[in-house]
């Protein structure tokens, strides 16, 4: 079925680890971003692309990093995992945000301890 | 900086029973205020885009609407399957979110 797929669904990091969130639209939707959801924060960009080899960063991108070497993947760094980190993590694309808003993947539960 | 605010944070509501959602939003260039639907364990889904002033949407049970400081969503006779967390969302140079609206209606 077409949409966005992430991996994994859940996943627990010890502090200082790292890891990549995977992400993987099969739609060719230019637009690919990095949300992270806490409660009562409601959804914070992180990173967002507007094309293969275009990325910028959101409102927390602090502790994270992009790539976007195809249209269809965006993974996502931690680069050293900090408890702050411990969120759910959306991946979202669009063909065009203003028509038709994100596809948003089922998540990744990140915890980190 | 664009800011998202939707109140009220919880709803209950008896089957049957109208009510609204309100986003309130302050953004420099308005290209599109969004309404999604999350279910838990899951993703946002899309619903309604409103681009201007007076515009109005609808789908089934629910009705959004958009002034130049504010939306509504309109739910009209709920039923137990419309309990979820509408988020709303303003588009400018990227897509801001509000922290969402949990809405359970009790048969």
């Known amino acids: 079925n077409a949409g966005v797929t992430q991996t994994p669904k859940f996943q627990v990091l010890k502090t200082g680890q790292s890891m990549t969130l995977q992400c993987a639209q099969d739609?060719?939707?230019?637009?690919m971003s990095w949300y992270r959801q806490d409660p009562g924060m409601g959804l914070r960009l992180i990173h967002y692309s507007v094309g293969a080899g275009i990325t910028d960063q959101g409102e927390v991108p602090n502790g994270y990093n992009v790539s976007r070497s195809t249209t269809e993947d965006f993974p996502l760094r931690l680069l050293s995992a900090a408890p702050s980190q411990t969120s759910v993590y959306f991946c979202?694309?669009?063909?065009?945000?203003?028509?038709?808003?994100?596809?948003f993947g089922s998540g990744t539960r990140l915890t980190v301890v | 900086e664009d800011q998202v605010t939707q109140s009220p944070e919880a709803l209950r509501l008896q089957e049957g029973e109208s009510s609204s959602l309100n986003c309130s939003y302050t953004?420099?260039?308005?290209?599109?205020l969004f309404w999604y639907r999350q279910d838990p364990g899951k993703g946002p889904e899309f619903l309604f885009t409103?681009?201007?002033a007076g515009e109005e949407k609808e789908k089934e049970r629910l009705k959004a609407t958009l002034t130049k400081k504010e939306s509504f969503l309109h739910i009209t006779a709920p039923k137990p399957e419309d309990s979820a967390t509408y988020l709303c969302?303003?588009?400018?140079?990227?897509?801001?979110f509000g922290a969402g609206t949990r809405l359970t209606v009790k048969p």
């Open positions: 409103l681009y201007s």
């Open positions: 969302a303003v588009l400018n140079n990227d897509m801001r």
């Open positions: 739609m060719n939707h230019e637009y």
């Open positions: 979202a694309s669009s063909y065009s945000l203003e028509g038709y808003g994100y596809t």
């Open positions: 953004v420099s260039g308005l290209r599109g």
